[in-house]
Structure formats: C-alpha cells, structure tokens
C-alpha cells in the first residue's frame, strides 16, 4: 500500500485518526464509554487540543485555563484498568500509563456524566 498516509490514531486502538479519536475532537460525535473518553483525551493532548480537553473536563473541576507543554511529546497510551464507565453507568474510572519521552505517567482518572456526555472530573497519581 505505498502512498498510504493513514496512520493509527495516537490513542493506540488502530483505527486511522479520523475515525477513532478525531470524530470526537471534530464535535461530529460523543465518546461512548469512559475509556473512549479517557483515550479521545490522551489524544487530544497529543495534537495539542486544549479546547477539546477544556471541553471534557467537568465543569467543578475545569481550569479556567491549560497551557501545554509545546516541548511534552507523548509516545504511547497504556489502559491499565476501566472500572464501570459504559452507557449503564454514570460514573467510571480508567487507569493507565501515558508514556513521552523520558518518562511516563500512572494515573487513575474518575469520569462522570455530564447531561449524558462523559468529562473527566480529576486524576490521582500512582506509583
């Protein structure tokens, strides 16, 4: 397939982009699950969407803003563990390891439903 230019989605799962994590960044459709919203977010970070991350980030919780790291390059996404979080939930949790160079990051994300759209409400650090 020379002159492919369609690569995996940097959330790890190995759909293209476009049809992973960017239909939730374009607004064109709401992750479905805690996880999808945790991995939409990771992507999110590495493109460099604050508005999205902004976006999905619990209203009690949300900055009034974020200022990302333009040096930070994230290098994969781990899902350690999802607890609760699909459509019969309203509450859920995610732990995983995002790696960038010359590190990584253990986190244990909480997730609720806001007017049915899953945001992230706060993290605690692990390890």
């Given at each position: 397939?020379?002159?492919?230019?369609?690569?995996?989605?940097?959330?790890?799962?190995?759909?293209?982009?476009?049809?992973?994590?960017?239909?939730?960044?374009?607004g064109?459709?709401?992750?479905?699950?805690?996880?999808?919203?945790?991995?939409?977010?990771?992507?999110?970070?590495?493109?460099?969407?604050?508005?999205?991350?902004?976006?999905t980030?619990?209203?009690?919780?949300?900055?009034?803003?974020?200022?990302?790291d333009?040096?930070?390059r994230?290098?994969?996404?781990?899902?350690?563990e999802?607890?609760?979080?699909?459509?019969?939930?309203?509450?859920?949790?995610v732990?995983?390891?995002?790696?960038?160079?010359?590190?990584?990051?253990?986190?244990?994300?909480?997730?609720?439903r806001?007017?049915?759209?899953?945001?992230?409400?706060?993290?605690?650090?692990?390890?």
């Amino acid at each position: 397939m020379a002159g492919m230019t369609t690569r995996s989605c940097p959330c790890g799962l190995p759909e293209a982009y476009d049809q992973c994590c960017g239909r939730f960044h374009a607004g064109a459709a709401a992750a479905p699950t805690a996880e999808a919203l945790m991995r939409s977010r990771y992507s999110a970070f590495v493109k460099g969407d604050v508005a999205y991350l902004l976006r999905t980030w619990h209203p009690r919780t949300r900055p009034a803003r974020l200022d990302l790291d333009p040096g930070m390059r994230w290098t994969g996404l781990e899902i350690l563990e999802a607890t609760d979080g699909s459509a019969f939930h309203s509450k859920g949790t995610v732990t995983f390891r995002a790696s960038f160079r010359g590190g990584s990051l253990h986190e244990r994300s909480r997730f609720e439903r806001v007017d049915g759209a899953w945001v992230y409400v706060d993290g605690e650090f692990l390890d």
